[in-house]
């Protein structure tokens, strides 16, 4: 066997991963980040506000402090009332939805779980999520979507209910499954407050990634399945579009590990199209799963930055061209 009957199989193989799962549309912002604007430094104050709330004032929400998750289902509620929603409480998720002017049927869903690992006050993980969450309910509860937007505060992520039935994430999509819902779009907002600058500061959960993608975690990552990449492509094609922040996007296999360790897993598992956007979370962030994770090591600037270009993102879902 000659060599170039070894090496050509190689060779088209990575270059079918690389169009397949990394190349994505648009280019990521590099060099100094542009001047932060008056609605970027508002929205870094709004979300400090609210992870400190969550991490803070209310602490440890698991399951196995009793009450936190009641006690933080009850703020996110009275949060989303405060807006002018109408939420709804359901086996400890709340959700609240904007409904879609002339396709209220096709539905995109933004969510983020509540709950923290026993141990942890989870300012990142994912106070950062519950705040972003809120932060686009906000923006969208008086506009006039196409499609119907629903945000949704998932409860019981964090083990021991994690990649279980149990989850609050399965007990919702499988309720939108038997309900036939047409959920065309899912974003979960998971940890997106840690960001460095360091070289070597990012990690990844096989090697070979980091031939692909930078060794600094000062990006946001759009992370899907082989079955989402089109809903990865669109998403990020947005972001960059909009936002003058670092972004990597990958569709990978949803066996590699991370790419499916958040409430976008449960949707997937229903057939429906769905994301992750993240810090990395573990791969990136020290104080991951600790005591540490207080709300005063979140770098909420850069976190508004995100939060802002995943607007444009949910704006875009919500039109439905």
């Given at each position: 066997m000659s060599l170039l009957a070894v090496v050509a199989p190689i060779v088209l193989a990575g270059f079918a991963v690389w169009v397949l799962c990394v190349r994505m549309p648009g280019r990521s912002h590099r060099g100094a980040l542009p001047p932060a604007t008056e609605a970027q430094e508002a929205l870094a104050a709004e979300l400090e506000q609210d992870v400190r709330a969550l991490a803070g004032e209310l602490g440890e929400r698991s399951v196995f402090r009793a009450g936190s998750r009641e006690r933080a289902a009850a703020w996110i509620e009275a949060a989303f009332r405060e807006m002018g929603l109408s939420p709804v409480q359901i086996e400890g998720n709340v959700a609240a939805e904007v409904r879609g002017a002339s396709k209220p049927e096709e539905i995109v869903v933004v969510g983020a779980h509540y709950d923290s690992v026993s141990g942890s006050p989870g300012a990142n993980d994912n106070g950062s999520g519950v705040a972003a969450t809120l932060a686009l309910a906000r923006r969208f509860a008086k506009s006039s979507p196409s499609r119907t937007l629903r945000f949704v505060a998932f409860v019981d992520e964090e083990p021991p209910a994690f990649g279980t039935d149990s989850m609050g994430s399965r007990i919702a999509a499988r309720a939108s499954r038997e309900r036939g819902?047409?959920?065309?779009?899912?974003?979960s907002l998971e940890t997106l407050g840690c960001y460095r600058d360091e070289p070597g500061s990012q990690r990844y959960p096989v090697p070979l990634l980091s031939l692909a993608?930078?060794?600094?975690?000062d990006f946001v990552a759009f992370v899907g399945n082989l079955s989402s990449r089109a809903l990865v492509r669109c998403a990020i094609d947005v972001f960059r579009e909009h936002a003058s922040f670092p972004s990597e996007g990958a569709a990978l296999p949803s066996w590699v590990p991370g790419v499916g360790w958040s409430d976008h897993d449960s949707f997937w598992r229903q057939g429906y199209p769905a994301i992750m956007v993240t810090d990395t979370a573990l791969f990136r962030d020290p104080r991951y799963h600790t005591g540490?994770?207080?709300?005063?090591h979140l770098d909420y600037a850069r976190m508004a930055r995100v939060v802002e270009g995943i607007a444009r993102v949910v704006e875009e879902f919500?039109?439905?061209?």
């Open positions: 819902e047409k959920v065309v779009a899912m974003l993608y930078p060794d600094r975690g540490g994770d207080t709300p005063e919500g039109r439905g061209d």
